[in-house]
Structures are given as structure tokens and as C-alpha cells.
């Protein structure tokens, strides 16, 4: 069954995130043979269209405004809504993200649409589009369907995988006029944290450390061994209350979600509360004191020892490659 699907691309700093491209994957999935439009939104950022075209999107909406150059919850729902009344979509698809976490509810009610998120997988199955998603921190899986209306769905990073970048693929770009007003919030300045470069949602490589990296000077080494890696940091909830990193890093329930390629565990012991932000990496390598640490029985790499010894040695083996 041939559907209309808009799909939301997720802009930060005037760049793509990559799950912009995993939802326009995904939104050809849904669409089954039908139209994939990507909506971009924001001020001045009709120059990236091309981008989304590359990878599959069949035509691109532009919708500007000034209002719009930073995510507000208020002015970003009234430029979708209003997008979604012009085009009359059967599916609107955007990425698990910061952004997509706080749009999808409020468009979700406004649209009386049924809302799947946090998708990991999904398949279309005769007229009905199946989503697979965690339930229980990831300790089952449940698969949903919308049944009526506009099917809403947010993706989770790094699961669905983007169709390959091909220049020669273009199409139509369309400029959508929208009317902001009334707006109850405005953004006055964004006073950023410095996050060591790598977006850790999206990170290939994660190097996260937990109460038994013991300090903050502890963390330095890490952010050594995640440069050799390209890697983000992050940390257990038990690392940051700890105070030895900042609560923007904490992986978990609580915190971010990660599905990099490979996962290091330097010094957390496995709760679950933390491997549901985690599990669902690809490889996962461990290294803990303690030889009943939780966190082995996920570990597809177990390292039994004191970190004080072992992440010296690591260092020292992987700067010779
Ligand atoms: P610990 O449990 O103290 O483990 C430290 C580990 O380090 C131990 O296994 C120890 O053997 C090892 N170790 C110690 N010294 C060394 C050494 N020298 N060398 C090698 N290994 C060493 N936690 C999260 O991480 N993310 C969340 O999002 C989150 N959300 C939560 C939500 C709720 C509602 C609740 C109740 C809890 C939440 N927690 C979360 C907390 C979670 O339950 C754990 O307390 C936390 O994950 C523990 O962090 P940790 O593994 O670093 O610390």
C-alpha cells in the first residue's frame, strides 16, 4: 500500500544528524512505493537540501523563519502542523532525538495521530506497518501498529541503516510558508557545554566509564583513549554523581541512549538502569575488578583487572597502531 511519508530532518550547528538519513530510510520503508518528502526546518538552511536528496528522499520542503533557528517546542509544532495540513501525509517520521522526543507527543495530539517511539526495527506487513520497539530498559521488545490516522513514529539512532549516499539523485524543493506566532517561549542565547566533538547518540565508538574510574583525572585518560578511537565519552550514573563528569554524558535509562559499533565499560558494574541505555551495542568490551561484575554478562570482551593497570596498557598497545 503506497503511502505519502514526511520525514523530519534533524538539524544541529547547520549539519545534518545522521538519523535524519536513517528516517528517510525508514520513511521509504513505510512508504512502500509511495512519496518520502523531508521536511527542513529552520533559518537559512535550504542550501543543505541536496543532502537529503542523496540519500533518497524523493522532494525536500524547505520551511523558514526566523523563529525558527533554534528548536523551540512551540514555534517548531505550529511550522509542522502546518506542513502536515498542506500535505496531507499517511506517516510523519523523525529521529529519537533530543528534538523528535518533544515534537512527535505534542504533534501526536494535536493530529489525534497514534504515536510509536523509540523504533528500533520496523516491516510492513500486508496493509499494516509493524514497529519493533524496547519496553522494559530494553529488556523485551514489543511490536506495535497504528491502527487509524496518520501513523507517527520516531526512530532510535543507529538502528535503522541509511541508504548509501548518492550524488546523482535529485528532485523537486518546495518553500513552505508558514505563520509563527504567539509564541510563549523565545530563545535568548544557548551557552554550550563542551562535549569533546563526538555526538554521543550517534558515536560509532563509546568509551564510558563509571564509579571505578574513581576521579575526574580518572576521566582524562579516558578522553585520551576515546581519541585514539575517534570515540565519545560517556559514564554511568555512578560517575557522575560522583562528580568526576558532567550528567550530560550519563548513559542510561536516565540519560542518553547509545548503539555504537563497540562499547568499552571501564569501571561500571553492570546495573540496569545502565545497560538500557547500552545494550543494544554492537560489541560490548568490559573491564571491572570484579570477575561477578553484571556488566560480563552482557560483554562480548571481558577484561578482568584494576583499571589502573589495565587502561595504561590499553593506551599504550592501541597509540602503537
Ligand atoms: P557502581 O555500581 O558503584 O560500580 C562500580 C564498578 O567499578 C564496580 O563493578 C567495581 O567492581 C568497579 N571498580 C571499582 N574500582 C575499580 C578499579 N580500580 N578497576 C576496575 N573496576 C573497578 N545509572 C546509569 O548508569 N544510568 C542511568 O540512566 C541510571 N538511571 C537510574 C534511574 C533510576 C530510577 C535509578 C534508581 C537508578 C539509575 N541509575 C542509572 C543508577 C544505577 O542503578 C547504578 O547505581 C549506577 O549505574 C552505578 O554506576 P557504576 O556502575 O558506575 O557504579
Known amino acids: 500500500m503506497a ?76 511550522a509542522l502542523l502546518q506542513v502536515i495540513d498542506e500535505e496531507s501525509p499517511d506517516a510523519v517520521i523523525m529521529g529519537h532525538t533530543a528534538i523528535g522526543k518533544d515534537l512527535a507527543p505534542r504533534i501526536a495530539m494535536k493530529k489525534q495521530a497514534g504515536l510509536v517511539s523509540d523504533v528500533t526495527a520496523l516491516e510492513v506487513v500486508g496493509e499494516e506497518v509493524v514497529f519493533t520497539r524496547p519496553i522494559y530498559a530494553g529488556k523485551a521488545f514489543e511490536k506495535k501498529v497504528v491502527s487509524d490516522g496518520i501513523i507517527l513514529a520516531t526512530i532510535r539512532p543507529n538502528n535503522i541503516t541509511a ?14 510558508s508558514v505563520d509563527i506566532k504567539d509564541l510563549r517561549t ?9 562535549s569533546g566533538g563526538v555526538d554521543l547518540s550517534e558515536a560509532k565508538v563509546v568509551v564510558a566509564g563509571g ?15 576515546a581519541d585514539i578511537f575517534g570515540a565519545a565519552v560517556g559514564a554511568s550514573r555512578g560517575a557522575c554523581d560522583a562528580e568526576y563528569c558532567d550528567y550530560s554524558l550519563q548513559i542510561g535509562q536516565t540519560g542518553k541512549v547509545v548503539t555504537p559499533d563497540l562499547y568499552f565499560a571501564f569501571g561500571i558494574s553492570g546495573a540496569i538502569q545502565h545497560v ?12 571491572n575488578k570484579d570477575p561477578e561484575a553484571t556488566i560480563f554478562s552482557i560483554a562480548d570482551y571481558g577484561i578482568v583487572g584494576d583499571l589502573a593497570e589495565v587502561l595504561p596498557l590499553l593506551l599504550e598497545e592501541f597509540k602503537k597502531e
Open 3 to 78: 503511502r505519502k511519508v514526511l520525514v523530519l530532518a534533524d538539524i544541529r550547528d547547520n549539519s545534518f544528524r545522521n538519523v535524519s538519513f536513517e528516517a528517510i530510510a525508514a520513511g521509504k520503508q513505510v512508504a512502500d512505493g509511495g512519496e518520502v518528502a523531508a521536511v527542513l526546518v529552520g533559518e537559512n538552511v535550504s542550501g543543505l537540501s541536496s543532502e537529503l536528496f542523496y540519500y533518497g528522499a524523493d522532494r525536500v520542503l524547505t520551511v523558514e523563519n526566523s523563529s525558527l533557528k533554534d528548536y523551540t517546542p512551540d514555534a517548531y509544532s505550529q
Open 163 to 176: 541508504l548509501d549516499r548518492d550524488e546523482s539523485l535529485s528532485g523537486e524543493v518546495k518553500t513552505v
Open 186 to 194: 523565545i530563545i535568548k542565547d544557548i551557552v554550550r557545554k563542551s
Open 211 to 225: 564509579r571505578g574510574v574513581k576521579s575526574e583525572e580518572g576521566f582524562n585518560k579516558l578522553y585520551e583513549f
Open 276 to 287: 538500557a541505555g547500552m545494550s543494544n551495542s554492537k560489541c560490548i568490551v568490559a573491564v
